[in-house]
C-alpha cells in the first residue's frame, strides 16, 4: 500500500482512515458553533405546550383569522361565490402561514407566550410551516369534526403536538421554556 492509504479493518467499515478522535473533537465544534448561532434548544427539553393557553391562542387566532378573511373577502369584487368561498379559505390559511413564518407566531400566540419552533430549537422554515398549515385544513376543520384530531394528537403525543406538527418537524412551545 502506499503511504497515503491505510487498510481496511474490521474496526473500520469505511473504505477510508477515520481517527475518531478528531471526528468527534469537530463534530464538538460545529455542535457548539451552531448552537451559539442559531439558539438552539436541546431536542430532549423542547415540548409542546398543552395547556390552556394553546387553546387560547387558538381561539383568538382563530376569531382574528375569520374576521379578517371576511375583511378581505368582502373587499373583492363580487364574482362567483364558490370562488369567493375558496378565497376565504385562502386568507384563512395564509393568515396562519405568513405570522408564523415571519414572527415565528401568530398573534394569539404572541399574547399567550407561544412560539413555533422547529425540532431543534430553530425558527422553522417557510417549508415547514406550509405543511404545518396544511394539514390545518385536516385537523381544524367542521367538516372534519372540528378540533377533536388536533385536540387528541395534543393530548396523546409525547412531545404534545398536532400531527401537523409531526409531519412538518414543529412544535409550539412557550417563550419562557426558549431561554
Not at 26 to 42: D, M, N
Not at 58 to 77: H, K, N, Q, R
Amino acid at each position: 500500500m502506499s503511504e497515503g492509504q491505510s487498510e481496511i479493518s474490521d474496526a473500520n467499515p469505511l473504505p477510508f482512515a477515520v481517527d475518531e478522535t478528531s471526528v468527534s473533537q469537530s463534530l464538538r465544534e460545529r455542535q457548539s458553533l451552531g448552537w451559539k448561532q442559531r439558539r438552539q434548544v436541546p431536542l430532549d427539553g423542547l415540548m409542546g405546550d398543552c395547556s390552556g393557553r394553546r387553546l387560547w391562542a387558538g381561539d383568538a387566532d382563530f376569531l382574528i383569522a375569520v374576521v379578517a378573511s371576511m375583511l378581505l373577502t368582502v373587499s373583492l369584487p363580487d364574482f362567483d361565490p364558490l370562488l369567493k368561498g375558496l378565497s376565504f379559505y385562502l386568507f384563512y390559511l395564509l393568515y396562519f402561514q405568513l405570522f408564523e413564518y415571519f414572527f415565528g407566531a401568530t398573534p394569539g400566540k404572541w399574547w399567550f407566550g407561544l412560539r413555533v419552533r422547529a425540532f431543534n430549537g430553530s425558527r422553522p422554515s417557510f417549508a415547514q410551516i406550509a405543511i404545518r398549515t396544511a394539514w390545518r385544513i385536516l385537523e381544524v376543520n367542521p367538516i372534519f369534526v372540528g378540533l377533536f384530531p388536533a385536540l387528541i394528537s395534543v393530548a396523546v403525543t409525547r412531545r404534545h403536538i398536532r400531527l401537523g406538527d409531526l409531519m412538518a418537524g414543529t412544535v409550539v412551545v412557550r417563550v419562557e421554556n426558549l431561554n
